[in-house]
């Protein structure tokens, strides 16, 4: 069965330099290598969901500029249907200049430009494919007040939601409630706690607000941890040579949904989407990194 994915984000482009380590404030260091390429939670998100497999709708804005054309091109390339996107005339395209140190970890800043102006009507005029969808989801990489919008827009139609809250940053409990699927990292899990908390089983089943919602906690190489009010397993990861964590998250978020949308269990849609994330991995850049289905069931068959 194929799975039908609507991802509401953002697209950047990202401005990727490469370096042995980060540099301290105020100090200088060389980069060995620099890329341009296409990024934004969201959009890397549908481009993983569609190397999967599914099909995929986007729903979000960029600028009418040159880094906009880096959207479209992987957008197409991929096959993800881009007719809810936005070509918003007054904005920038978002951008994210990112740091890579020779361990793989990265450091981003993000600047939303067209992320940040994400409208009612462009959710409205897709209601229809929204209605079709197995599971709608959402980042917290664009304007704030669609999330709770779109969400409630998938709800109406009993549609799935996964609510990945990321980049970090404080939500409501009503936008919450809305999400059966919640996805922090423990950066996010702490945010949403509102502060550091001991144990990420209890902080995350603390943000639960109904008994049929689950946390899925990304734990970086120690996997990811499912968590709801009854139960609480860890799915432990691959080991791989990390070169590139950048999308990672990205790719673990759009391949749960996948893995769900196609009647996996949850564990094996976890599962699923740890190999995938783990790939990502092994790869330099965001979207590029991605990984295709034939490679992940590769990695799960050992
Ligand atoms: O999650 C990775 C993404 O975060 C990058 O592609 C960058 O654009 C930022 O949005």
């Known amino acids: 069965m194929t799975a039908k994915i609507v ?3 953002s697209f950047n482009a990202d401005l990727v330099s490469y370096m042995e380590r980060m540099p301290r404030p105020g100090e200088t260091v060389h980069g060995d290598r620099f890329a341009t390429g296409a990024g ?3 959009s890397n998100q549908a481009v993983a969901a569609a190397r999967l497999g599914a099909d995929v709708a986007f729903i979000g804005r960029v600028g009418n500029d040159v880094f906009a054309e880096l959207a479209y091109e992987i957008w197409d390339a991929e096959g993800v ?3 809810f996107v936005t070509r918003d005339d007054e904005v920038a395209t978002g951008v994210a200049p990112i740091l890579v140190d020779s361990s793989g970890e990265n450091m981003i800043v993000v600047v939303l430009g067209a992320n940040r102006r994400i409208r009612q009507s462009d959710i409205d005029r897709a209601r229809p494919t929204i209605a079709e969808a197995d599971m709608l989801i959402i980042q917290l990489e664009v304007n704030l007040d669609m999330v709770s919008y779109a969400l409630k827009a998938a709800k109406e139609f009993g549609v799935a939601t996964t609510l990945n809250p990321a980049p970090a940053a404080p939500i409501s409990r009503e936008t919450i409630h809305l999400a059966d699927y919640l996805t922090p990292n423990e ?6 706690n509102g502060g550091e908390f001991d144990d990420v089983v209890s902080a995350a089943r603390g943000l639960l607000t109904r008994g049929d919602q689950t946390a899925v906690v990304t734990l970086g190489a120690q996997g990811a941890q499912i968590i709801s009010h ?4 860890l799915v432990p990861t691959f080991a791989v040579d990390a070169v590139d964590t950048t999308g990672a998250g990205d790719t673990f978020n759009a391949a749960l949904a ?3 949308s196609e009647g996996k269990a949850l564990s094996d849609a976890v599962r699923f989407a740890n190999a995938a994330a783990a790939l990502c991995v092994t790869k330099p850049g965001a979207a590029d990194s991605v990984p295709y289905r034939a490679d992940v069931d590769a990695l799960l068959l050992g």
């Open 7 to 9: 991802v509401v984000g």
């Open 40 to 42: 934004g939670k969201g």
């Open 81 to 83: 249907d881009h007719r």
């Open 187 to 192: 950066i996010e899990l702490e945010t949403l």
């Open 230 to 233: 009854s139960d609480s397993i």
């Open 258 to 260: 996948v893995g769900l």
